[in-house]
């Protein structure tokens, strides 16, 4: 069973950030499912590390996306980001100590930050983002386009 499971709720609108959130989600099901099932000693760096990676790209295209588009929060959306990527990176190095008491808080938090960020930080741009020419001109270049889920990222 997933830690997170995707809802329709979830979407900002954008089609380009909705795809990456979807990854986002399988991502942390994923660290999930290797620490549930796998030994007690399974420290799932490289799943982490892509978690990590991915987060950072997909706030780099937020970030373009709300400057393009005039977002008037976009400062304050970057310094969130930013502190949340200094949390990810925190739970990272706790991870090589490797307790029960880590993994829960990890898992709550991985849980709890994708879903409060979208649900209360992405959903304030969803208005802008979604009345902007660039976001527009974004999606058409998506549309039908498929995006990669995590089972065909080249994970161990």
Sequence with gaps: MPLIKWRDSYSVGVAKFDLEH?????????????????????IPEYEVAELISYTQAHFKGEEEAMEA??????????????????????????????????????YLFLRNWLLN???????????????????????????????KTIHQYPFS
């Design 22 to 42: 979807k990854v986002l989600v399988e991502l942390i099901n994923n660290i999930y499912s290797i620490i549930r099932n796998g030994d007690d000693q399974v």
């Design 69 to 106: 588009c005039g977002y008037e929060f976009s400062e304050e959306h970057k310094k969130i980001h930013a502190e949340l990527e200094v949390e990810v990176l925190k739970f990272k190095e706790q991870l090589e100590n490797f307790s029960d008491r880590v993994v829960s808080d990890l």
């Design 117 to 147: 960020h979208i649900l209360e930080e992405d959903m304030k741009y969803r208005e802008c983002l979604n009345t902007c020419e660039d976001t527009r001109k974004r999606n058409k270049k998506i549309s039908g386009y498929r995006h």
